[in-house]
C-alpha cells in the first residue's frame, strides 16, 4: 500500500490530493461555476529543438522544465492540472476559494519570469540554448470539479476562461517586446487580460499592447505583458 501511494503521488498532484482529503465533507469534487485564474506555458519552438535530441534528452529537458515551473504556481497556491506535451496548464482559486486568485497567477508567472532567466544563464554557461518561455493568464468564470468517464477522472476546470488563456498563451508566441535576440525580455513573455488585470490588488510592472481578437472569440480582449521587474523602470 505504501508503494501504491507513493505511485498515486507521482501521478495525481499530491497538494491537490491533501485538499481535496481536507475538505472531504464539502463535496468539492462536485462540478460548480466558479470564478478563477488560469495559466497556460509553453516552450517555443520545442519542437524543432526537439528534433536533435534523443529521447532521454527531451524527457530530461521537459522534467527539469516542468519542475521550475510547478515550484512557482505551486508557491503561489496554484494546482498544475496538468502537462500537454511542453505546455503546462494551472489554475486558482480551486478547490480552495481565494480572492486573490488574479494576484497569485500573476505572482507565480513572475517568480517564472526569474526562474527561467536563472536557469538560462546555467544553460549558457553550459554551452546550451536558452528556453524561450510563452505564458498566458485569464480570470474568469468556469466549470471546476470532476470532469471524465467512470474509469477515470480529473478534478479540473472547463469552459471559455480556460480557451481564452490558452488563446493567449498562442498570442505570446507572437508578440515581444524585445528587438534585440538575447533580450531577457524574451525569455520569459506573459501576456494577461484586462479581466485579470482588473482582479488585481495592486498594479504590476506591464505595458498595454491594446485589443487583440483571440481564436475562437468574437470580441476582442485587452492584452498586457507583464515586465521583468528589472526593467519596469523603463518601460512604464
Known amino acids: 500500500m505504501t508503494a501504491g501511494m507513493r ?14 482529503m481536507q475538505r472531504a465533507g464539502d463535496d468539492v ?28 534528452a527531451i524527457a530530461a529537458l521537459l522534467n527539469h522544465h516542468f519542475e521550475l515551473l510547478s515550484a512557482c504556481i505551486e508557491a503561489e497556491g496554484g494546482t498544475v492540472d496538468k502537462f ?58 468556469v466549470v471546476v470539479g470532476n470532469i471524465g468517464s467512470i474509469s477515470r477522472v480529473n478534478y479540473t476546470v472547463v469552459g471559455d476562461t480556460v480557451n481564452a488563456a490558452s488563446r493567449l498563451e498562442s498570442l505570446a508566441k507572437e508578440i515581444s517586446l524585445a528587438s534585440q535576440a538575447g533580450n531577457p525580455d524574451d525569455e520569459c513573455v506573459v501576456l494577461f487580460s ?35 521587474d528589472a526593467d519596469a523602470s523603463d518601460r512604464r
Open 7 to 20: 505511485w498515486f503521488e507521482t501521478y495525481v498532484p499530491k497538494t491537490l490530493v491533501l485538499r481535496l
Open 29 to 56: 469534487t462536485v462540478s460548480t461555476e466558479r470564478t478563477l485564474t488560469v495559466m497556460f506555458t509553453d516552450i517555443r519552438g520545442f519542437s524543432t529543438m526537439a528534433e536533435t535530441m534523443d529521447a532521454p
Open 84 to 141: 500537454i506535451g511542453d505546455s503546462v496548464m494551472a489554475f486558482w482559486g480551486a478547490p480552495d476559494y481565494v480572492a486573490d486568485h488574479a494576484d497569485r497567477g500573476v505572482r507565480a508567472a513572475q517568480a517564472m519570469q526569474r526562474a527561467v532567466g536563472m536557469d538560462n544563464a546555467k544553460r549558457r554557461a553550459a554551452g546550451q540554448p536558452p528556453i524561450a518561455v510563452r505564458v498566458g493568464l485569464h480570470s474568469g468564470p
Open 194 to 228: 484586462e479581466a485579470t488585470k482588473n482582479g488585481l490588488e495592486g498594479e504590476v510592472p506591464s505595458h498595454a499592447l491594446g485589443s487583440h481578437k483571440l481564436r475562437g472569440r468574437s470580441e476582442e480582449v485587452q492584452v498586457y505583458q507583464l515586465l521583468q
